[in-house]
T-cell receptor
């Protein structure tokens, strides 16, 4: 099946720093999604990308759909304490009907 | 508007016991799915449904059954629980099968001893 490699697995940063994470796939996707999961909660959709090369922002978050359709990137600018959590990428290939998730990036903010 | 509701939130089972994890959504979504989340492995799809009366297998379906008799409900049944099924289970729903904006429940933390 399709594999999504997400990196880094974990990040320890100070408040105010910028964050970058990425996701790569062994095959192409038509849609890339980025989710955030807070402790004890289900994932919540942050950004959806539908077109190769697309760059979309949601407040301090910016995500890009890679030109090859096999990767996606998420940046968080000027991190704040509520950014702590696990970030998941997910990909969808039309006709497959199944959302494939990455393994997650755990973001921790060091006081 | 409750969204996606999962019950129970926590459950401990003995090996060999059976149980049903409940999932209900009130958004009239066609597409519903069940995932399990294990450390370091992300979310893996167990079963999904594109509408009432239609279900299909995901990536890790063994040991689980589902049914979709109504649009709102999508229960997940563990037939004979095994320690390998210790996990956090999430139900999700989205408007259509394209599944671009899946809404997740809060999860059920299951321990099989």
């Amino acid at each position: 099946g399709q594999q999504l490699n997400q990196s880094p697995q974990s990040m320890f940063i100070q408040e105010g720093e910028d964050v970058s994470m990425n996701c790569t796939s062994s095959s192409i996707f038509n849609t890339w999604l980025w989710y955030k999961q807070d402790p004890g909660e289900g994932p919540v959709l942050l950004i959806a990308l539908y077109k190769a090369g697309e760059l979309t922002s949601n407040g301090r978050l910016t995500a890009q759909f890679g030109i090859t359709r096999k990767d996606s990137f998420l940046n968080i600018s000027a991190s704040i304490p509520s950014d702590v959590g696990i970030y998941f990428c997910a990909g969808l290939y039309f006709g497959n009907e199944k959302l494939t998730f990455g393994t997650g990036t755990r973001l921790t903010i060091i006081p | 508007n409750a969204g996606v509701t999962q019950t129970p939130k926590f459950q401990v089972l003995k090996t060999g016991q059976s149980m049903t994890l409940q999932c209900a959504q009130d958004m009239n979504h066609e597409y519903m799915s069940w995932y399990r989340q294990d450390p370091g492995m992300g979310l893996r799809l167990i079963h999904y449904s594109v509408g009432a009366g239609i279900t299909d297998q995901g990536e890790v379906p063994n040991g689980y059954n589902v049914s979709r008799s109504t649009t709102e409900d999508f229960p997940l049944r563990l037939l004979s629980a095994a320690p390998s099924q210790t996990s956090v289970y999430f139900c999700a729903s989205s408007l259509t099968r394209m599944n671009t904006e899946a809404f997740f429940g809060q999860g059920t933390r299951l321990t099989v001893v």
